[in-house]
């Protein structure tokens, strides 16, 4: 049992000052404006900090000098550990394209991380990011793995693992929507993704299951001509249908505040989730690094915030913590920092399905919590009851002894 007491507590409903909550066998049992009774319990005062649900990364590739395109169990547990210091709890796994036979030496090693991961971030179950791309819109993802949705591929993939719980394609490529439809049939949550479709294409797509748009505006079509005539691309396609949900790489990199603010405008705090969409250079110096897999993987510069193509004509991947998204919404997007947090939790428990038991503090829900201040500085992450990262929480956030109901330790 263990008890958060002077808390700044971010519920769906309300802010609590001064509030306490109570964690018992891994689950919240109670959160309260005044203090709880519970002589046995670890106490931990937060001082004024904020208390808010455990960040849920829905696409990720890496970090901490490690890729899940390694296929090892040492680069799932890195990366788990890695970024539960900058308060992500719960991740979902997302390869890049290759070949089937390292992408089944991923989905191998994830079920043995999941097993032996104890100090990290929970694994949620992996996304494929690929390889249905159109080639024209493929970024930094390998060219030669690129190709058209096989029924005999995907229905074999889809058959080999149970983990899978998410697959983004292009769906304007030949045989997109039947592979969208059976994707759909098994239960997993369907994206858009490297995407040269235009309006008309996209609401095919959302009407046979690709609900999501991967990474808005990144390896994503906008305005273009055909045959003399403009179309609307996928940006704009995400933006008219109010009920589709957009990722933003929230780092002010892949998309400025600008943009950010755009988005926010028009879709509202309830249609964005945000993604780190980080590679191995997330938690780790500037400098030469590799995207994918480290033996076979794209060589790529860290720089400014980002990982750059070695010609630096383009952007290679994130380097993004879930903390920086955080607080690049609040500070340079200027979103409010409960709608700044639901687009880092509840928002993605919904797209995952797992509200049931994530994304929200509240009685009954699963206790993964992290505390920040006001920078969002992450000072202790929980997963499940078990306090998987925490250092000092230096003197009392601004304005509290004016709350303080329980004292301090």
Not at 81 to 107: C, I, K, N, Q
Request: aromatic share 8%; glycine share 10%.
């Amino acid at each position: 049992m263990l008890k958060i007491i002077n808390g700044t507590i971010i519920t769906p409903a309300e802010i609590i000052h001064g509030g306490s909550l109570l964690v018992d066998n891994g689950k919240i049992v109670a959160i309260s404006n005044a203090p709880i009774e519970a002589p046995c319990a670890e106490v931990i005062d937060a001082r004024g900090h904020y208390v808010a649900p455990g960040f849920i990364d829905m696409h990720v590739h890496g970090g901490g000098g490690y890729d899940f395109m390694d296929g090892t169990v040492e680069a799932f547990l890195g990366i788990a550990e890695t970024h539960v210091r900058y308060g992500t709890t719960a991740m979902y796994p997302t390869t890049l394209t290759s070949e089937v036979r390292d992408l089944f030496a991923t989905l191998d090693s994830f079920k043995e991380a999941s097993r032996k991961n104890s100090k990290g971030a929970q694994l949620m179950g992996m996304h494929l990011e690929g390889p249905y791309f159109a080639l024209s819109q493929r970024g930094a993802q390998d060219p030669k793995y690129i190709r058209n949705p096989d029924p005999a591929e995907y229905r074999k993939i889809l058959d080999y693992s149970d983990d899978i719980v998410r697959w983004s394609a292009a769906p304007e490529l030949p045989g997109a929507i039947e592979f969208g439809r059976y994707v759909r049939s098994k239960g997993k949550v369907l994206a858009l993704a490297h995407t040269d479709a235009v309006y008309e294409e996209v609401l095919e797509g959302f009407n046979n299951g690709y609900t999501l748009a991967t990474h808005f505006y990144s390896a994503m079509s906008g305005v273009t001509r055909r045959n003399a005539f403009r179309y609307a691309g996928a940006i704009e396609a995400g933006y008219l249908i109010d009920e589709m949900d957009v990722e933003a790489i929230a780092d002010g990199v892949h998309l400025p505040p600008p943009l950010l603010k755009l988005i926010c405008k028009i879709k509202g705090p309830d249609r964005v989730a945000l993604v780190t969409d980080a590679m191995r250079g997330a938690g780790m110096p500037e400098g030469e690094s590799i995207l994918g897999n480290i033996h076979t993987g794209l060589k790529v510069i860290i720089e400014d915030g980002v990982a750059k193509l070695p010609d630096r004509s383009g952007f290679a991947g994130s380097v993004a913590t879930a903390d920086r998204l955080v607080r690049t919404m609040i500070h340079e997007a200027g979103v409010p920092l409960k709608d700044a947090v639901k687009m880092m939790t509840q928002n993605p428990a919904r797209i995952m399905g797992i509200s049931a038991t994530k994304g929200e503090l509240a009685a009954g829900k699963d206790a993964d919590i992290v505390l920040f201040d006001d920078q969002v500085n992450v000072c202790l992450a929980m997963v499940a009851g078990e306090v998987k990262h925490r250092v000092e929480i230096k003197g009392p956030a601004p304005g509290y002894q004016a709350w303080n109901r329980e004292g301090t330790n």
